[in-house]
């Protein structure tokens, strides 16, 4: 079955410095890979996707990269502010409609002033 | 805008006992799913609701059981609670159609089995 690694676990930068964040999976029949954000106390709440047919996807400060052939993709965080700080999680689809996905244990991101 | 509501937000039970979590979503989603969230495991999957009336198994689905009450509402029954079922439980939906779609998340349960 699919298999997620995320890396690094922990992070640490300076306030306006760049973060990159990079997953790895193992079914290259994953076609949709989305990034969230969690919170302390609060639910996972999705910052960016990208689908297989796509290489990079931008979204004012944020950016995703997906490498099809080498099975990886890369959340891009520029300019930090430490509301960045916070639990990202990666994921992969294992199913052809994205119903059901396998998340990366995620990496603890501190933005510090 | 509600989105998924979770209830209880915090519970502490003891061993044995049981006990079940609620989910509700107003975004007239298909899909509903039950995650258990433990330290640097990440998200996983316990059941899924794919439409209203079906129920599938997910990587960990030992101990509990699910109801897909109508199309808006799924449940998570501990019916023996043990502390190894101590955690963060995630309920998230997702409308499902011929591409891939994100799922949406609540706040979370947070469960304590003594």
């Known amino acids: 079955g699919e298999n997620v690694e995320q890396h690094p676990s922990t992070l640490s930068v300076q306030e306006g410095d760049s973060a990159v964040i990079k997953c790895t999976y193992s079914?290259?029949?994953?076609?949709?890979f989305p990034w969230y954000k969690q919170e302390l106390g609060k639910g996972p709440q999705l910052i960016i996707d990208?689908?297989?047919?796509?290489g990079e996807k931008k979204d004012q400060r944020i950016a995703v990269t997906l490498n099809k052939t080498a099975k990886h993709f890369s959340l891009h965080i520029t300019e930090t502010q430490p509301e960045d700080s916070a639990v990202y999680f990666c994921?992969?689809?294992?199913?052809?409609?994205?119903?059901?996905?396998?998340f990366g244990p995620g990496t603890r991101l501190s933005v510090l002033p | 805008n509600a989105g998924v509501t979770q209830t209880p937000k915090f519970q502490v039970l003891k061993t044995g006992q049981s006990m079940t979590l609620q989910c509700a979503q107003d975004?007239?989603?298909?899909?509903m799913y039950w995650y258990r969230q433990d330290p640097g495991m990440g998200l996983r999957l316990i059941y899924y609701?794919?439409?209203?009336?079906?129920?599938d198994k997910g990587e960990v689905p030992n101990g509990y059981n699910v109801s897909r009450l109508n199309k808006r509402e799924f449940s998570l029954r501990l019916e023996s609670a043990a502390p190894s079922q101590t955690s963060v439980y995630f309920c998230?939906?997702?409308?499902?159609?011929?591409?891939?779609?994100?799922?949406?998340f609540g706040d979370g349960t947070r469960l304590s089995i003594l």
């Open positions: 079914d290259s029949a994953s076609n949709y």
């Open positions: 994921a992969a689809s294992i199913d052809n409609y994205g119903q059901n996905f396998v």
């Open positions: 975004m007239n989603h298909n899909s």
């Open positions: 990208i689908r297989s047919n796509v």
């Open positions: 609701s794919a439409s209203e009336g079906t129920t």
């Open positions: 998230a939906s997702s409308q499902q159609g011929n591409s891939n779609q994100p799922q949406h």
